[in-house]
């Protein structure tokens, strides 16, 4: 399996390449050069496996004995998932009214980027000790990816990790989980701006390509193609869990309803579907509705400003995977992908090519929920049900609340649930509700912390080359200490 860039300027890379990569030279992203096309007969073999069986499966395929053995890939992604709460690693639970919620949230940071990030950490580790090599990851981070990332690579000997992180803009618990980690090759800063603020310096100094190889720079944002390749296991589990037969001839479809901020999820949903899978896509967003006024109006184009929400993990202006959703619904056009994009970057705004809009509209259905809506959804889920949602999970739920309030659902409907309500106790009191809080969260508020802060009028892009430089000198002094 090879994998080429969006934007088609880029050398064609295997996994490990795509892996390492972040993103691609000419600043596309990577994709798999052909989809394989999964058979009915295929997708019933598959109905009856487990969570980590459909990882297993899907990494088969887009992998390759060559890179990673069988058994050998079994093994990484066994021990991936051996630290999450629940058996199934992922649950559905069926609740009241043809409500199907995903619990993608049973990981160590209650959040679904565990379920991508720790696989994505034991395919680094495998490589990395076979070269002897060494990587310096950069994760900027509105809430959950910093705290997932951070625990899948803290105390590994062969990463460091810098996340930076919004100051003010995610919860309190968010922040805690990331800046309670004291391990040495674990570095935070707290910066003074929202999260599309504090990618500008990590595409910066990205973009200077020299520096990256220098300093073998990689990024675990979902801009990795390895986090979109574990997210398509949601979806596929989703359909397994929901559809209600598998007898009949075509297989009967399902909608999973999306909740997404950079569009990670969305963008495996849309690979999953070309691949075979008989879903209908719903993407629900918060107040900040870029990707519901593209799929809606064709109108790629930022609004002024990032507004907070009850939501914070979806207040992204930028969703970088649209642009692999672009290119897959384009017929892999890397001409059409890159003109827009490079316009988007260079004006902020772009209307989508009428047959481009109209093939988004086609694979995808879309809404954006109030922070109203959001508490409403919390406080009806716990009335009908004694189950708490977290925001993001209700603004999922939001959309099927409407939709059974017009008829019945004709299809079954699964709502991704992306985080566990613990993290998010001030939207649980918004609506009206009591946290529940698990004791490991409650522990953190003991814990010491360790945070630098990035502030308005310091070169952001500077701070980060300098730590990055730091720990390539230690890196060097750990390896001449070792020889001696």
């Given at each position: 399996m090879r994998y080429i860039s969006t934007r088609g300027m880029a050398p064609r890379v295997d996994f490990e390449g795509a892996l390492f990569s972040g993103y691609a030279s000419d600043g596309g992203l990577f994709m798999p050069e052909e989809l394989p096309q999964l058979s009915t007969e295929t997708l019933r073999q598959w109905s009856t496996l487990s969570y980590p069986g459909l990882v297993k499966e899907l990494c088969t395929l887009f992998i390759g004995p060559e890179l990673i053995p069988r058994d050998v890939l079994n093994g990484l992604i066994d021990q991936a998932f051996s630290r999450f709460r629940h058996r199934e690693?992922?649950?559905?639970?069926?609740?009241?009214?043809?409500?199907?919620?995903?619990?993608?949230?049973?990981?160590?940071?209650?959040?679904?980027?565990?379920?991508?990030?720790?696989?994505?950490?034991?395919?680094?580790?495998?490589?990395?000790?076979?070269?002897?090599?060494?990587?310096?990851?950069?994760?900027?981070?509105?809430?959950?990816?910093?705290?997932?990332?951070?625990?899948?690579v803290q105390g590994a000997k062969n990463m460091d990790i810098i996340v930076l992180l919004p100051k003010g803009h995610c919860t309190k618990i968010q922040e805690l989980q990331m800046t309670t980690v004291l391990r040495e090759n674990v570095h935070v800063f707290g910066v003074e701006g929202n999260s599309d603020e504090l990618d500008e310096p990590i595409k910066a100094v990205f973009a200077d390509v020299a520096f990256v190889k220098k300093h073998n720079l990689m990024s675990l944002n979902s801009i990795n193609w390895s986090r979109v390749l574990v997210q398509m296991a949601h979806h596929f589990f989703a359909y397994f869990q929901c559809v209600p037969s598998l007898d009949m001839d075509p297989l009967p479809r399902v909608e999973v309803v999306v909740p997404t901020g950079a569009a990670g999820n969305l963008a495996a949903g849309c690979i999953a579907q070309k691949m075979g899978l008989p879903i209908g896509l719903v993407v629900a967003v918060n107040r900040n509705d870029i990707?519901?006024?593209?799929?809606?109006?064709?109108?790629?184009?930022?609004?002024?400003?990032?507004?907070?929400?009850?939501?914070?993990?979806?207040?992204?202006?930028?969703?970088?995977?649209?642009?692999?959703?672009?290119?897959?619904?384009?017929?892999?056009?890397?001409?059409?992908?890159?003109?827009?994009?490079?316009?988007?970057?260079?004006?902020?705004?772009?209307?989508?090519?009428?047959?481009?809009?109209?093939?988004?509209?086609?694979?995808?259905?879309?809404?954006?929920?109030?922070?109203?809506?959001?508490?409403?959804?919390?406080?009806?889920?716990?009335?009908?049900n004694k189950y708490l949602l977290c925001p993001h999970s209700a603004v999922a739920v939001n959309y099927h609340y409407q939709q059974t309030e017009q008829q019945p659902p004709s299809l079954p409907r699964c709502c991704l649930a992306p985080a566990s309500a613990a993290k998010f106790p001030e939207a649980v009191l918004a609506a009206g509700l009591t946290p529940e809080t698990p004791a490991e969260i409650l522990a953190l508020e003991s814990k010491g912390t360790r945070c630098t802060p990035m502030r308005k009028g310091d070169d952001w892009t500077l701070m980060l080359r300098n730590t990055i430089e730091d720990i390539s000198c230690q890196q060097r002094g750990h390896f001449l200490n070792a020889l001696e």
């Amino acid at each position: 399996m090879r994998y080429i860039s969006t934007r088609g300027m880029a050398p064609r890379v295997d996994f490990e390449g795509a892996l390492f990569s972040g993103y691609a030279s000419d600043g596309g992203l990577f994709m798999p050069e052909e989809l394989p096309q999964l058979s009915t007969e295929t997708l019933r073999q598959w109905s009856t496996l487990s969570y980590p069986g459909l990882v297993k499966e899907l990494c088969t395929l887009f992998i390759g004995p060559e890179l990673i053995p069988r058994d050998v890939l079994n093994g990484l992604i066994d021990q991936a998932f051996s630290r999450f709460r629940h058996r199934e690693v992922v649950h559905l639970s069926r609740l009241r009214n043809g409500l199907n919620v995903l619990e993608l949230w049973h990981g160590v940071t209650y959040a679904f980027k565990d379920l991508s990030l720790c696989c994505t950490a034991q395919f680094l580790q495998y490589f990395l000790e076979k070269k002897e090599k060494h990587v310096t990851v950069v994760v900027g981070t509105s809430g959950d990816t910093g705290s997932a990332a951070i625990e899948s690579v803290q105390g590994a000997k062969n990463m460091d990790i810098i996340v930076l992180l919004p100051k003010g803009h995610c919860t309190k618990i968010q922040e805690l989980q990331m800046t309670t980690v004291l391990r040495e090759n674990v570095h935070v800063f707290g910066v003074e701006g929202n999260s599309d603020e504090l990618d500008e310096p990590i595409k910066a100094v990205f973009a200077d390509v020299a520096f990256v190889k220098k300093h073998n720079l990689m990024s675990l944002n979902s801009i990795n193609w390895s986090r979109v390749l574990v997210q398509m296991a949601h979806h596929f589990f989703a359909y397994f869990q929901c559809v209600p037969s598998l007898d009949m001839d075509p297989l009967p479809r399902v909608e999973v309803v999306v909740p997404t901020g950079a569009a990670g999820n969305l963008a495996a949903g849309c690979i999953a579907q070309k691949m075979g899978l008989p879903i209908g896509l719903v993407v629900a967003v918060n107040r900040n509705d870029i990707i519901h006024r593209t799929v809606q109006q064709g109108n790629f184009s930022l609004s002024e400003a990032v507004e907070q929400t009850l939501a914070s993990a979806m207040d992204i202006q930028v969703p970088y995977n649209m642009e692999r959703i672009f290119w897959l619904l384009s017929g892999s056009n890397s001409q059409v992908t890159r003109a827009l994009m490079e316009q988007f970057e260079r004006t902020q705004s772009v209307s989508l090519p009428k047959e481009l809009h109209s093939k988004l509209s086609g694979a995808v259905t879309s809404e954006s929920v109030s922070d109203e809506a959001i508490t409403q959804t919390m406080a009806r889920c716990w009335e009908e049900n004694k189950y708490l949602l977290c925001p993001h999970s209700a603004v999922a739920v939001n959309y099927h609340y409407q939709q059974t309030e017009q008829q019945p659902p004709s299809l079954p409907r699964c709502c991704l649930a992306p985080a566990s309500a613990a993290k998010f106790p001030e939207a649980v009191l918004a609506a009206g509700l009591t946290p529940e809080t698990p004791a490991e969260i409650l522990a953190l508020e003991s814990k010491g912390t360790r945070c630098t802060p990035m502030r308005k009028g310091d070169d952001w892009t500077l701070m980060l080359r300098n730590t990055i430089e730091d720990i390539s000198c230690q890196q060097r002094g750990h390896f001449l200490n070792a020889l001696e």
